[in-house]
């Protein structure tokens, strides 16, 4: 009896094993794909877009030298039934069956990827020709024409302040011999509505009026990075601001409302709007248009929206940090490891939904096989199958779970985005719910790494104990055995 209570504490033990690591899986995934991984992965396209000049802010060509403006979502494939009276759905989101609409007025529609905007009111607005700055300039400190100061007094030199040119109110100081960027870009429908107050303007002509550029107004926001949106942008770049109906193709589903809050807010209240113009004029000049037109049951609603254009400046770290990390040699480490941010998140996404799923199919396989009635003849082939199991997934659930603890410890050492002595109050709402929701997931990794080790050890012992004492022949009180199959064998 002693063996056998012992052989049933084991088992039972083995089943809570197994319990706790889908809880825990399902734990993990939650917690670090809810966390604000996306806000931080959009920081490093941000400071990778250069300053823009008001004399090169004529519109240009080719494309390749245009600034993105923003972005259209693309669709999924689908069937379009919709000439069909006879069907149901009339839009299904897959391809035609043969054998389902073969008869019917069916079409199958072709997912299109996201298509970038580059145009606003015909015009295109230009990168900088003169030069290749953008934010890693401050990180590496090595042009003296421009520099990053907290205030306007604080500038060297035979240098002036040309604005703030990030979310923390640092100034871009340039030198008396360079010119300033845009820190003033405004539409007007005449062009005699430009003001008359002794600045320069560079004036393009677009769609419905002109566009007004200058590098004159120090006290305001440099111009840096744009973005087309219904309304004030989401706070969290994975959600779009869309005033209009959802449609069940497009991959901004479910996505089109600023749904998420990062802090206490819901958008990004650093954009400020620069104009508004019509969606149907936006898509046609970006070869949008010709698509929406042809999808069947596109709503109305939103063909004739207006959509606006925004812009903010760079998304700042404070002087004083970035001299900490220039002092420690660690500024443009720092500016890399940002930049391979989104790489490196979208790699540990993986590595943790791959681990925890592997980990949930192999604790499911083992409660089943652990839990079958079996014979004594079949003993053998439990025995085999528990041991393939083992075979095939601890050893690629412990590789992933390891990396991805280890990943996401090397993330968390980029504190510098959760100070916010360092950062902007949004910045710094990301960045500190992102390293506690990714701590929180490392934790349970953690966890579920001993789980699955004492689940293996449990089984090992298990196994082996009932493979070479084979105790169904003993005791008919065994879990996972049916006593009047061992009585008739």
């Known amino acids: ?96 069956k043969l054998e389902i609409h073969e008869m019917a007025a069916c079409r199958n529609i072709d997912e299109v990827k996201p298509i970038d905007y580059y145009k606003w009111r015909l015009i295109n607005f230009c990168r900088s020709s003169e030069m290749n700055m953008n934010y890693r300039s401050f990180f590496e400190n090595k042009n003296t024409d421009y520099s990053l100061r907290k205030d306007k007094n604080s500038c060297p030199n035979n240098s002036r302040s040309c604005g703030e040119v990030d979310s923390v109110n640092n100034v871009l100081c340039v030198s008396n011999k360079k010119n300033c960027p845009i820190n003033y870009l405004k539409f007007f429908v005449n062009e005699g509505e430009v003001p008359k107050d002794g600045k320069n303007y560079t004036i393009a002509k677009g769609d419905g009026g002109i566009f007004a550029f200058s590098g004159d107004y120090t006290d305001q926001n440099i111009v840096i990075d744009f973005k087309i949106s219904d309304g004030l942008p989401c706070a969290s770049p994975y959600y779009y601001s869309d005033n209009s109906t959802s449609y069940i193709l497009e991959y901004s589903r479910g996505k089109d409302s600023c749904k998420k809050q990062i802090g206490e807010t819901n958008y990004d209240e650093r954009f400020k709007l620069i104009d508004s113009y019509s969606f149907k004029e936006i898509t ?51 500016y890399d490891e940002m930049t391979n941010m989104k790489s490196d998140l979208s790699y540990l996404i993986i590595l943790i939904n791959s681990g925890c799923i592997l980990a949930i199919i192999y604790s499911i396989t083992n409660i089943i096989i652990t839990s079958m009635v079996l014979s004594k003849e079949d003993y053998t082939l439990k025995l085999g199958c528990s041991v393939i199991i083992l075979l095939l997934f601890s050893i690629p659930i412990l590789i992933l779970h390891i990396i991805a603890v280890s990943q996401i410890q090397l993330d968390d050492k980029k504190t510098i985005l959760g100070d916010i002595e360092c950062v902007d109050k949004l910045t710094y709402n990301a960045g500190l719910n992102y390293f506690d929701k990714s701590a929180k997931a490392a934790g349970f990794i953690i966890s579920m790494i001993i789980f699955f080790i004492l689940n293996t050890l449990s089984d090992l012992i298990k196994y082996f104990y009932g493979y070479k004492l084979n105790p169904i022949h003993n005791n008919s009180e065994l879990i996972g055995f049916n006593s009047e199959s061992v009585t008739k064998n």
């Open 1 to 96: 009896m002693a063996l056998s209570k012992l052989y049933t504490i084991i088992v039972q033990l083995d089943i809570c094993f197994t319990s706790l690591i889908i809880l825990f899986s399902i734990l993990s995934m939650i917690y670090y794909n809810t966390s604000d991984y996306s806000y931080l992965t959009q920081i490093s396209d941000n400071w990778n877009a250069n300053l823009l000049f008001p004399l090169d802010n004529q519109n240009c060509n080719p494309k390749e030298k245009s600034v993105k403006l923003g972005e259209w979502a693309g669709i999924t494939y689908a069937c379009d039934c919709s000439s069909d009276p006879f069907s149901l759905f009339q839009i299904y989101l897959r391809t035609c």
């Open 284 to 334: 046609t000049q970006n070869g949008v248009w010709n698509i929406i037109s042809n999808l069947p049951k596109y709503p109305d609603e939103k063909k004739n929206k207006q959509t606006s254009l925004y812009y903010r400046n760079y998304i700042g770290i404070r002087t004083k940090c970035l001299e900490d990390l220039r002092m420690n040699q660690l500024g443009e480490k720092f």
